[in-house]
C-alpha cells in the first residue's frame, strides 16, 4: 500500500492534459441522463422482479412513505461510502460532502487529495453501481418476500451512477498511466511530457438533446400537475390527452360530483420529450454556439 501511495502522490514530470468540470452543459446533461435511466434501470428492475416472484405489480404494506426515504437516504449514503471504500483500497483518504451544482441539481460526493491511476479510478467510480446492483439482484433472488423493497435502492443507486458512468467513458479516452485528481471543482488529468493534451467538449450532440429533453419532460410534467386543479376550477367533467384507454395515453382527468381523480401516464410524455429533444439536436448540429465562437 506504500508504494501505491508513493506512485500516486508523485506529480513530478507530469503535465496537466485535460479537466473534467461541472458546467452547466454538464449538468444538464447529467439530469437528462439520469431521468432516462430511471425509467431504464425502473423498466429492467421490473423485469427481474416479476421474473422472481412471478407478480407483475409491486406489493407495497403499510409505512410506504417512511421506509421508503429511509431506503432512499440509505442508499445514497451506502454509494458514498462505497467509493470511500475503495479510494482507502487505492490508498487514498476518503472526503465526503455535499452540493447543489447551479441550483438545480443536487449531488453527494466522496473525493481525496490523492490523485490516482485512470483504471484504480475507474474502479472507485464504478464500484457502488456494481456492488449494489449484485447484491440487490441476489437479495431478490433469494428473499422474493421483500423483493419490492429493493426497488428503491436499486433504482436511485443506477440512475445516481449515470455521473460516474460519463467520467469512466471521457477518462478511458486517455491512456493507462495518466494519474487523476479529483477536485471540488472538477477532475483533473495529468500525463507523461511526452503527451498530447485533450480538450473534452461539453457541448456537443448529447448537451443540446438533454437541453431539450429536460426542458420538455419537466414543463410537461409540471403542466399536467397543475391542469387537474384548473379543469376543476372550470367546471370541466372530463378529459383526455390522446386516445382514451391506450399505450398513447398521456394524461385523464374525470370530476364525479365529489372531488376529481386524474391519471398521468409517464412513457408518453417521456417519449415526446425525447423526440423534442433529437429534433432540437439534430437541427443544430454543425452549428456552433455562440459561447464556444467566443472562447
Known amino acids: 500500500m506504500t508504494l501505491i501511495k ?5 506529480l513530478d514530470g507530469r503535465k496537466e492534459l485535460g479537466k473534467l468540470e461541472m458546467s452547466k452543459e454538464v449538468v444538464v446533461t447529467l439530469m437528462g441522463m439520469g431521468t432516462l435511466a430511471l425509467f431504464a434501470f425502473g423498466f429492467f428492475f421490473t423485469a427481474l422482479y416479476t421474473l422472481f416472484t412471478g407478480k407483475v405489480g409491486f406489493d407495497f404494506t403499510s409505512g410506504t412513505i ?17 467509493h470511500g471504500v475503495f479510494i482507502s483500497i487505492y490508498g487514498g483518504k476518503p472526503r465526503y460532502g455535499a452540493g447543489i451544482a447551479y441550483f438545480i441539481l443536487p449531488y453527494f460526493y466522496a473525493t481525496t487529495k490523492t490523485a490516482f491511476l485512470r483504471n484504480q479510478f475507474i474502479v472507485i467510480a464504478i464500484a457502488p453501481l456494481v456492488v449494489i446492483s449484485l447484491v440487490g439482484i441476489g437479495l431478490m433472488a433469494a428473499f422474493p418476500s ?15 451512477a449515470v455521473g460516474d458512468l460519463w467520467v469512466t467513458r471521457n477518462v478511458l479516452r486517455y491512456p493507462e498511466h495518466v494519474l487523476l485528481e479529483d477536485r471540488k471543482t472538477g ?8 503527451d498530447k493534451p485533450m480538450n473534452i467538449s461539453t457541448t456537443g450532440f448529447s448537451s443540446r438533446f438533454f437541453e431539450v429533453f429536460i426542458l420538455c419532460f419537466f414543463a410537461l410534467g409540471i403542466l399536467m400537475g397543475i391542469a387537474p386543479i384548473a379543469l376543476d376550477i372550470l367546471g370541466v367533467e372530463s378529459f383526455t390527452i390522446g386516445p382514451t384507454n391506450s399505450l398513447y395515453t398521456i394524461f385523464e382527468f374525470h370530476s364525479p360530483e ?11 410524455i417521456l417519449a415526446i420529450s425525447v423526440i423534442a429533444g433529437l429534433v432540437y439536436a439534430i437541427i443544430k448540429l454543425g452549428k456552433p454556439r455562440n459561447d464556444a465562437m467566443t472562447g
Open 146 to 160: 421483500i423483493a419490492h423493497w429493493i426497488f428503491i435502492p436499486f433504482v436511485v443507486n443506477a440512475s445516481g
Open 258 to 268: 365529489k372531488g376529481f381523480d386524474f391519471t398521468l401516464h409517464p412513457l408518453p
Open 66 to 82: 417512511l421506509i421508503s426515504v429511509a431506503l432512499f437516504i440509505g442508499t445514497v449514503v451506502l454509494h458514498e461510502l462505497i
Open 187 to 194: 477532475l483533473i488529468i495529468y500525463g507523461k511530457e511526452t
Open 6 to 10: 508513493q506512485q500516486l502522490f508523485n
